[in-house]
């Protein structure tokens, strides 16, 4: 085919047609093509789009013939022979074999008869890879009258977000390493405990669940989750349920603690305890890992959650314990975004002036094991278009991997904006205690607490000299 057909579409009128007349076109069937007729149709049949429904591989090896088979025969009807200004009347079409992922199919119409009125008859068949009939029969249509040539339109890139694609990787990677024993704190209520015992069933880790008994019993029975053999360390109430967690990782029984029913401000009290906590010589902080729908890899977003407007030492301890959980994640030379307003130091905004200065201590040495670049915007930070529009040359601009807030009420802001307006599944972790902390909030579903779990289990692997992702 030469580039003006390629650019253009051009009809054959009713008189221009002629017995034997045909046209084709081919295609792979993905399991994207099916997810988006699926979306636009509302077919939601599950032999087509649930694997665990469909039974005997049936999910691979056959599609809705009616949905894809058709419209492929309907796309070169309108497109190629005869073209636009067609008007599909009917159609007799018999499926005999089915369609896998992954099968090319040859689609092709001839001219089989022509009748008054611009009625036209055309055979149709569908064959795959193999020279084996999928589908036949035939269409009925009122061929066009007058003559059609206009530009081909280009069709808009369309993705599909396949919700928790990425965790899974997580969960591949963790599957590696031994559990991780974790300490879930106060999990009286069901998203919390269910949360922990799935991240268990998922061998992430081996829970110890730390609160009132009885109660966690009750939720267990009420919702019926399987507590199997977990054990329980009984407690008064959450805050003793915060103070037995923390000690139990002070004196190396656990390796990690998971947030249950209770306020983050009154678990981080237990961990932060100048006597009996979890400090070390790094400031505490949280770091979400987001899965934004259409964004090409995870994003960083830290502090969020625990430190409410950091100085400057603080922020970078902050930027180191990204830095260390991008590391466990695979990320070897993780690009830190400084974020602020603006992307130029400007006195009056001290975040401007606090990226500058964690600029120069990256180069100094003082932050170490990625590119640390500010200040950012939060659009030349992420968007590669942005940053070209504003003329920034930077290895970090329109790629960062960290996105580190100004303080906590920003963040908090683009990470849920992120998680609640474009789709984005979350994930987090507290770091710069003795141990990793799954510190979810409350609202957060089950595919976010075990996602996390994830990566405490991959962060402590980390630690102990693992390598988690390549």
Request: glycine residues 8%; contains cysteine; proline residues 5%.
């Amino acid at each position: 085919m030469n580039a003006g057909a390629m650019q253009y579409v051009e009809n054959r009128t009713y008189d221009e047609l002629e017995i034997g007349d045909s046209a084709e076109l081919s295609r792979v069937l993905r399991k994207e093509d099916i997810e988006l007729f699926a979306v636009m149709s509302g077919d939601v049949n599950p032999a087509h789009l649930d694997e665990e429904f469909a039974e005997n591989d049936v999910f691979h090896k056959v599609i809705a013939h009616g949905m894809w088979g058709g419209a492929l025969i309907s796309a070169v009807l309108g497109v190629e022979l005869p073209g636009p200004g067609t008007i599909y009347v009917a159609q007799s079409l018999a499926f005999r074999r089915p369609v896998g992922l992954g099968d090319a199919v040859i689609v092709r119409v001839t001219v089989a008869e022509k009748r008054p009125k611009g009625r036209v008859v055309l055979d149709c068949l569908c064959v795959n890879a193999r020279g084996e009939t999928v589908i036949d029969g035939q269409a009925e249509v009122i061929a066009p009258e007058l003559k059609v040539r206009r530009p081909r339109a280009v069709l808009p890139e369309v993705h599909l977000h396949e919700r928790g694609a990425r965790y899974r990787r997580l969960f591949d990677a963790a599957s590696r390493f031994d559990p991780v024993r974790t300490a879930v704190v106060h999990p009286c209520d069901a998203l919390s405990l269910r949360g922990a015992m799935e991240a268990a069933r998922k061998t992430l880790i081996v829970p110890l669940l730390v609160g009132p008994e009885a109660r966690i019993r009750a939720v267990a029975a009420a919702e019926s989750i399987e507590l199997a053999d977990a054990k329980i360390v009984d407690t008064p109430h959450s805050h003793a349920s915060a103070e037995a967690a923390v000690a139990l990782a002070r004196k190396g029984h656990v390796g990690a603690l998971m947030k249950g029913a209770l306020h983050t401000d009154e678990l981080m009290a237990a961990v932060v305890d100048k006597e009996a906590g979890l400090r070390t010589e790094r400031r505490i902080s949280h770091v979400y890992v987001l899965d934004v729908p259409h964004h090409p890899h995870p994003l960083f977003v830290t502090d969020a959650a625990i430190n409410i407007e950091p100085t400057l030492d603080v922020k970078r301890d902050i930027v180191q314990n990204a830095i260390a959980l991008a590391h466990a994640l695979g990320i070897a030379v993780p690009k830190v975004a400084i974020l602020s307003a603006v992307e130029t130091v400007t006195p009056a905004m001290r975040s401007t002036l606090d990226a500058a200065a964690l600029c120069k201590m990256a180069d100094r040495g003082q932050i170490t094991g990625g590119l640390v670049d500010g200040p950012l915007a939060f659009d030349n930070a992420v968007s590669p278009e942005a940053a070209r529009a504003k003329g920034i040359v930077s290895p970090v601009a329109g790629q960062a991997d960290i996105l580190v807030v100004p303080d906590l009420v920003s963040g908090n802001m683009i990470a849920k904006q992120l998680i609640h307006l474009a789709g984005a599944d979350s994930a987090g972790l507290a770091l710069g205690a003795r141990v990793p902390i799954i510190l979810t909030s409350r609202s957060d579903g089950v595919l976010s607490r075990i996602a996390s779990a994830a990566l405490a289990n991959l962060f402590a692997a980390h630690m102990a000299g693992g390598v988690a992702l390549g």
